[in-house]
């Protein structure tokens, strides 16, 4: 079976050979050098020349014969070849985006699991010490911090707690910044002294 890169690099040997048609660089009707002489210019063997020429020979781009060489046929045809293989390169330069991001979002999704984790770990932690304490607030309904942002409320400065990360509409968002809004049903995770959790507690409701 043909191997997945022989593939590719002779499309794209047989579409730059298209892409010259079309820009005028080979004329119709024009004789253009054997496949040897095309294998060392691109630095291939000349089976994938072969394969090349095989492919704009069958789409009646050029014509090949044993008597002739390797004769230019039709620039409308090497035209229709361009848009087709180009339509085809751009798929699939789409569908290699989407897999990145994909898997770009499950190490994501990953990472975010393991601070999860860790900031579970660090309250159990906290607990048990009980000096500064993680606990959880939601965001009842009427609270002044719906809507609003964690650099306007000044959390910090009126309470003394450090919003650690907030859970919203099933998502986790850790150390969010100044400019998270608030929603309603949003739960803080806090930490802070009891004093402090008593504040927040106040300054929410």
């Not at 579970?120 to 009980?130: F, G, K, L, N, T």
């Amino acid at each position: 079976m043909m191997s997945k890169m022989l593939k590719v690099r002779y499309i794209a040997i047989a579409t730059d050979i298209a892409s010259k048609i079309v820009s005028g660089e080979y004329q119709e009707k024009e004789k253009i050098r054997g496949r040897s002489t095309l294998a060392s210019q691109y630095g291939v063997s000349t089976e994938t020349i072969r394969r090349a020429l095989r492919l704009l020979e069958e789409m009646k781009v050029i014509e090949v014969s044993s008597g002739w060489g390797i004769v230019i046929h039709s620039k409308a045809n090497a035209l229709a070849f361009v848009e087709k293989f180009r339509e085809r390169e751009s798929i699939r330069m789409l569908l290699q985006e989407m897999r990145k991001l994909d898997e770009t979002r499950r190490n994501l999704d990953v990472r975010q699991k393991e601070l999860v984790a860790r900031l579970v770990d660090y309250a159990e932690r906290y607990r048990s010490i009980q000096v500064v304490q993680p606990y959880e607030i939601e965001i009842s309904q009427g609270s002044h911090f719906i809507g609003q942002t964690i650099s306007a409320l000044r959390i910090w400065q009126k309470t003394g707690v450090t919003v650690a990360a907030v859970s919203t509409r099933g998502q986790m968002i850790l150390s969010p910044g100044p400019n998270y809004n608030f929603c309603e049903e949003d739960i803080i995770f806090a930490v802070g002294s009891r004093e402090a959790e008593e504040k927040l507690v106040e300054y929410i409701k």
